[in-house]
């Protein structure tokens, strides 16, 4: 009966099943990995944030360049500060307010982003206290360049002078005649009138969208394995059952006539000459 599984057409059929199951397979669980892995550096950086904030204050630096393992911690530089542009639409604690920016100049002439604090309402530089005259020693959590579009980070242009989307290097390399650092801080107290703002997490630490897309997608591989399977026994048992009637002789019904052609069945060669000769016969009037 299963004669039919040794045809061309059989070992084709077998031969994707046989690949397409384990690959399905393997990228399920390569989705559930990566799943798992964000899961894990979303409890690390929690722990990491935690120890962070307890963690002794180092050179700014000695943390330099900023990565999953440097991001967060506490960070001292001294300078004066210079330039102070403002961050629109930045929401804290589900208000909506705008990031104060003071470019910090340390030794050497580089300027390193300060975000001295947060304020309410539409951006207004008329509601930003000054910055501090003289040398200043300043403390707060290290953070990476944003990008345009990651969270809370706007990507549009066109803002009014003074302002910024984005607080990283190349945002702020055409707007301030300083050169800068590839990181900025977030002050552990903010400046009289502001709140200070809580530090980021690093990126790709948390379970955000990407991560449940792969657990999402894990769940979608291992449903396409299941599918494959399906349809493999289901056309086998279809061209069982066929191959079975095939031998059994068991074939289609022909459809039955009904009416007239029922009852005088097609005409036949002989039927339409002597019809023709009685047409033939018949005079004209």
Not at 89 to 111: M, W
Not at 257 to 283: I, M, N, Y
Request: with cysteine; hydrophobic share 45%; charged share 20%.
């Amino acid at each position: 009966m299963y004669r039919f599984l040794l045809t061309p057409r059989w070992w084709g059929i077998n031969v994707f099943v046989l690949l397409a199951i384990p690959f399905c397979v393997f990228m399920g669980s390569w989705q559930l990995s990566r799943f798992e892995a964000r899961v894990d550096d979303h409890r690390d950086a929690k722990a990491h944030a935690e120890s962070a904030r307890t963690d002794p204050a180092r050179p700014l630096a000695e943390l330099l360049p900023v990565d999953k393992a440097t991001s967060g911690k506490q960070a001292t530089a001294t300078g004066r500060y210079g330039s102070q542009l403002l961050v629109p639409d930045r929401e804290l604690d589900g208000r909506n307010g705008f990031y104060v920016l003071t470019l910090l100049r340390v030794d050497g002439g580089r300027a390193l982003p300060v975000v001295r604090g947060w304020l309410p309402g539409r951006a207004d530089a008329a509601k930003v206290p000054a910055a501090p005259t003289g040398e200043v020693t300043v403390t707060g959590a290290l953070q990476a360049s944003e990008q345009p579009g990651d969270d809370g980070v706007s990507a549009r242009g066109g803002l009014p002078a003074g302002q910024t989307a984005a607080i990283s290097a190349a945002s702020l390399v055409n707007l301030v005649p300083y050169e800068l650092y590839d990181a900025w801080i977030t002050l552990d107290t903010a400046g009289p009138g502001m709140t200070a703002v809580p530090a980021k997490a690093a990126a790709d630490t948390g379970l955000d969208l990407k991560a449940f897309q792969n657990l999402g997608y894990t769940g979608e591989w291992f449903v396409f394995a299941g599918f494959v399977v399906f349809m493999w026994f289901r056309l086998l048992r279809r061209e069982a059952e066929s191959a079975r009637d095939a031998r059994l002789g068991i074939l289609p019904e022909e459809p039955a006539l009904t009416g007239a052609a029922a009852v005088t069945g097609p005409p036949t060669v002989a039927g339409a000459s002597d019809r023709a000769q009685d047409e033939a016969s018949t005079p004209v009037r």
